[in-house]
């Protein structure tokens, strides 16, 4: 069983930066890709960002790219996001979420590929 909890949100002004960080449990955590999804209210949840197993590549949504960053430390069993340029319209919950499959070659962008979910921060930008 794998645990994921999520930490870093918080209440923060348009062009503000935040650094969200993810801990996982488990010691197969760098046999897998991980990734970041958030959920605004009344909204669908949508895809933000995925770092392979090893951390040598990386993708992004077209809102995400070039103002946000994911990393991965395996040796500590984390994951973090760093969100720099922050807008009202990235206000939601962040969740981090692990790949079903390991050693995934491509990186994938839908929430059915993942297997476990952590239990989400909350990021507010105000105007």
């Known amino acids: 069983q794998v645990q994921l909890v999520e930490s870093g949100g918080g209440l923060v002004q348009t062009g503000d930066s935040l650094r969200l960080s993810c801990s996982a449990s488990?010691?197969?955590?760098?046999?897998?890709?991980m990734a970041w999804f958030r959920q605004a209210s009344g909204k669908e949840r949508e895809f933000v960002a995925a770092i392979r197993w090893n951390g040598d590549s990386t993708t992004y949504s077209d809102s995400a790219k070039g103002r946000f960053t994911i990393s991965r430390d395996n040796a500590g069993n984390m994951v973090s996001l760093q969100m720099n340029s922050l807008k009202p319209e990235d206000t939601a919950v962040y969740y981090c979420?692990?790949?079903?499959?390991?050693?995934?070659?491509?990186?994938?962008?839908?929430?059915?590929?993942?297997?476990?979910w952590g239990q989400g921060t909350q990021v507010t930008v105000s105007s």
């Open positions: 979420a692990t790949d079903s499959r390991k050693f995934r070659s491509v990186l994938v962008t839908a929430g059915g590929d993942y297997s476990y």
């Open positions: 488990g010691r197969t955590f760098r046999t897998y890709a």
